[in-house]
C-alpha cells in the first residue's frame, strides 16, 4: 500500500483556485463537495497512475472519465501529439487526419454511415438532437432520468453526472421553455416509454440513450430494452440514438452497439475519439447527416472541430487499440478490480454490488441490483464518502461521486490491481 505524505499543496492550491474559479474547479464533481476533503492537484499521470503536487501516488480509476484506454501518456499518443504539434496545431481547414480518423471509426462503428467532429461529447449531443429534429421536422426529445448528455440547455432536465452529484435541481439558467420538449422517463422502464410512444409517439424527434448508463454509476440495460427502444423508435418514425461518450470503445472494442446487437440511427462519441484531448463527434445514418450544412439546412460548426492535434491523438489511440490485446488487458483490469471490490466488501460485511462490462466497471454500497436513477438514489452515499476518502489514503483514486463509473486501462496490470486490492481490503474493513 502507499504510505501518503501531506496533502498541504493541495490544500492551498485549492484555497487559492477557490479565491479565481466557481468552487475552485473546472468542472463541479472535482470539487469533491460530495466525498468531501481536498480535491488532489495533480501533477503528472504515468501509467496506470496519478501524482499529486505533494508527490502522492495513486492508481486512477477514473483516466480523464473514460477516454485514457493505454494509460496516462502512453507513447505512441504523446509522440503523435509531438509531432503534429511541429507541424501546426490548428488550421481552421481539413486535414488528411480527419479522414484518417473518421475511417478509423467508421471501421469500428458501421453504423456511423457519415460523421463530423465537434469538441466534446456535450456539441456532439447538442448537434445530434439538432440533426434529429431536422430530419424529422418534429421537436419532441426523450431522454432519461439520470442519463447525462453533457450540459446542453435542453438536455440538463433529470440529469446525472455533476447534477445529481450536487442534488441540484434542474438548472437554474435554463428557462422551461427550453425544456418543454423534453421528455424525461426512467431508465429501464418498459412501461412507462411504451405509454410515452403511445400517447405522443408522432411527435417525438428522438429518443436519447446512454445505453449502459455511465453517469449515475455503472448500470445496465434490463434485457430487451434497448431492443424495445428500437422498435418503439422505428414504428412511430423517430431516431434513436446512442449516446457512447462513457461507454464508446469501452464497453466491447466496438461499443455498446456491438455489445448489444441494437444499431441506433446516430452515435455521439466523445474523447476517447482524441485519445485523452479535447473532441468529440456524432453521426449515423446518411441520410439523416445529410441534413447538415453544408449538404443540408441544419446548420452546426466549429473553428476547432476536426483540431489536428486531437486528431492524431485519437488516430494513435485507435490504431493501438486496433492492433494490440490493449482492450482485453483494460478489460480484464476492469473485471479483477470489480471482483477485488466485492471480495473486499463481502469479507468485511459491507453490502456491495461490483461488476464490470468490459473495460468500465462500478459498484453501489447497496444490497440489491440497480436499475433505475432512484435505486441510485437508494444507495448508501454516506458510506460512499468515507470510502472515497480512505481509498484516498491508500492511493486509489475513484471518481469522488457515486453517480460516475469507473474505468480501467491496458496500463492496469495485475500487479497493480493487485496493489488496488490492498487498499480495497483495508478501506473496507475501516469502514
Ligand atoms: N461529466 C463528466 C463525466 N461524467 C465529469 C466531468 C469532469 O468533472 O471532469
Redesign the pocket.
Known amino acids: 500500500m502507499t504510505d501518503l505524505r501531506s496533502t498541504a499543496r493541495s490544500e492551498q492550491l485549492f484555497a487559492d483556485a477557490q479565491a479565481l474559479m466557481p468552487g475552485g474547479v473546472s ?4 470539487a469533491f463537495k460530495s466525498v468531501g476533503g481536498t480535491p488532489r492537484f495533480i501533477e503528472r499521470g504515468e501509467g496506470p497512475y496519478l501524482v499529486d503536487v505533494d508527490g502522492n501516488r495513486y492508481v486512477d480509476y477514473v483516466l480523464s ?1 473514460g477516454p485514457l484506454l493505454l494509460g496516462h501518456a502512453p507513447e505512441a499518443v504523446t509522440a503523435a501529439i509531438a509531432e503534429q504539434a511541429a507541424r501546426g496545431s490548428s488550421f481552421g481547414a481539413p486535414s488528411p487526419l480527419e479522414v484518417d480518423l473518421a475511417e478509423t471509426i467508421q471501421r469500428i462503428y458501421p453504423s456511423m454511415e457519415r460523421l463530423r467532429f465537434v469538441n466534446s461529447g456535450t456539441e456532439g449531443a447538442m448537434s445530434a438532437v439538432r440533426a434529429a429534429r431536422g430530419f424529422t421536422g418534429r421537436n419532441k426529445v426523450v431522454k432519461f432520468e439520470g442519463h ?1 448528455h453533457g450540459h446542453a440547455d435542453l438536455l440538463l432536465a433529470k440529469a446525472g ?2 447534477v445529481a452529484t450536487l442534488g441540484l435541481p434542474d438548472s437554474p439558467g435554463v428557462p422551461a421553455a427550453v425544456t418543454a420538449d423534453t421528455l424525461v422517463v426512467p431508465f429501464n422502464d418498459e412501461a412507462a416509454i411504451r405509454e410515452l410512444f403511445e400517447r405522443e409517439g408522432e411527435e417525438i424527434a428522438a429518443v436519447l440513450v446512454e445505453p449502459i448508463a ?2 449515475m454509476g455503472l448500470v445496465r440495460p434490463r434485457d430487451g430494452f434497448l431492443a424495445l427502444l428500437r422498435e418503439l423508435t422505428t414504428a412511430h418514425g423517430a431516431l434513436l440514438v446512442f449516446d457512447e461518450v ?1 461507454v464508446g470503445f469501452r464497453v466491447h472494442p466496438g461499443g455498446a452497439q456491438a455489445l448489444t446487437g441494437v444499431t441506433p440511427d446516430v452515435t455521439i462519441l466523445g474523447k476517447v475519439i482524441g485519445g485523452g484531448l479535447p473532441v468529440g463527434a456524432y453521426g449515423g445514418r446518411a441520410d439523416v447527416m445529410r441534413m447538415m450544412a453544408p449538404d443540408g439546412p441544419v446548420y452546426q460548426a466549429g473553428t476547432l472541430s476536426g483540431n489536428p492535434l486531437a486528431m492524431a491523438a485519437g488516430l494513435a489511440l485507435l490504431r493501438e487499440v486496433e492492433a494490440t490485446d490493449a482492450w482485453q488487458r483494460a478489460a480484464d483490469a476492469a473485471r479483477d478490480t470489480a471482483h477485488a471490490i466485492q471480495e473486499a466488501a463481502d469479507a468485511a460485511g459491507v453490502p456491495v454490488v461490483s461488476e464490470s462490462v468490459g473495460a468500465m466497471f462500478g459498484f453501489f454500497l447497496h444490497d440489491r441490483s440497480v436499475f433505475t436513477y432512484d435505486d441510485v438514489q437508494q444507495t448508501d452515499r454516506a458510506s460512499f464518502a468515507r470510502l472515497h476518502r480512505l481509498l484516498l489514503d491508500r492511493g486509489v483514486y475513484l471518481p469522488p461521486s457515486p453517480f ?1 463509473a469507473c474505468f480501467t486501462s491496458s496500463a492496469h496490470t495485475p500487479e497493480v490491481v493487485a496493489e488496488a486490492a490492498d487498499a480495497f481490503r483495508s478501506a473496507f474493513a475501516a469502514l
Open positions: 468542472s463541479p464533481v472535482r472519465f447525462y453526472s455533476g455511465g453517469n462513457m460516475e
